[in-house]
């Protein structure tokens, strides 16, 4: 997948390939994340006074990491959905002049606030070690809390490169759903459930390969370090159903980006 050739970036084989990719990274992130207390002080708003911001510590360290990324020209590749997309900086780097993949409106398509709570609510009381506070860790916990919030919202937000790329496939169908407003219509085009479940097939298959020390794998206690259903479950409640989300949101309003001619061609 080059983004510089859209061909590559709207093959759909790739784009499996690349959710693939990503599945590992979640569930790296997510094995890092749970050696850590559940360190509520973290996500507590305005629990640490920190001048001139109003919010968690969590929220200031993502934003200050998304202001020195942006200068790395991180929020300029099409994959790349910033949690505080009005407050980043201009970049460093020569920006790149990427070719158009996506409806021009994509970027407006952002649920990180969605994906915040639920991990916040949901994922980290389930994942950590103990419940309770650990000082010396609370940057640590943090940190890690980035690595997963921003790998779990790229693979969500990825969710417009699958709808662009279906759209493309069979322009016919999506015109004629998106003129219906048929939400419904639209929700069953886009979902396998055979496959849905073979992701979450796959994702027990990692959690457990990948959360084991090798030298225990075979023993009567192997000590995962985080339980597969736990992922597989994060995948099912809430990373599935965002991504249709997404999905949805981005091809209900694709018209808005598509010359009139091919819309009348079709209707």
């Known amino acids: 997948m080059d983004f510089t050739k859209p061909e590559t970036v709207l093959d759909l084989n790739n784009i499996r390939q690349a959710l693939v990719r990503m599945e590992d990274s979640i569930v790296f992130d997510l094995i890092e994340r749970s050696q850590f207390f559940s360190s509520p002080s973290v996500y507590e708003p305005n629990k640490f006074k920190i001048p001139n911001f109003n919010g968690s510590f969590l929220d200031w360290a993502l934003l200050q990491m998304e202001r020195a990324h942006s200068q790395i020209r991180r929020y300029e590749a099409p994959d790349e959905t910033p949690f505080f997309p009005n407050d980043l900086l201009p970049t460093i780097l020569p920006s790149i002049n990427y070719p158009k993949i996506l409806a021009n409106y994509a970027d407006e398509i952002n649920v990180n606030d969605n994906i915040k709570k639920f991990y916040v609510e949901e994922i980290v009381p389930q994942i950590s070690c103990k419940e309770g506070e650990q000082q010396e860790n609370l940057g640590s916990v943090s940190t890690q809390d980035i690595e997963?919030?921003?790998?779990?919202?790229?693979?969500?937000?990825?969710?417009?490169?699958?709808?662009?790329?279906?759209?493309?496939?069979?322009?016919?169908?999506?015109i004629k759903l998106i003129k219906e407003a048929d939400v419904d219509g639209i929700e069953a085009s886009i979902?396998?459930?055979?496959?849905?479940?073979?992701?979450l097939e796959r994702l027990v298959i990692k959690a457990e390969s990948y959360g084991v020390d090798p030298s225990l794998r075979y023993s009567q206690n192997p000590q995962s370090k985080i339980n597969p259903q736990v992922i597989a479950k994060l995948y099912k409640d809430w990373i599935i159903p965002l991504t249709k989300k997404v999905e949805i949101d981005y091809l209900l309003r694709r018209l808005e980006d598509e010359d009139q001619s091919q819309i009348e061609k079709y209707v």
């Open 148 to 174: 997963c919030l921003q790998a779990i919202s790229r693979r969500i937000h990825f969710g417009k490169f699958v709808a662009e790329a279906k759209y493309q496939n069979d322009k016919p169908l999506y």
């Open 191 to 199: 979902t396998n459930s055979a496959v849905e479940q073979k992701i």
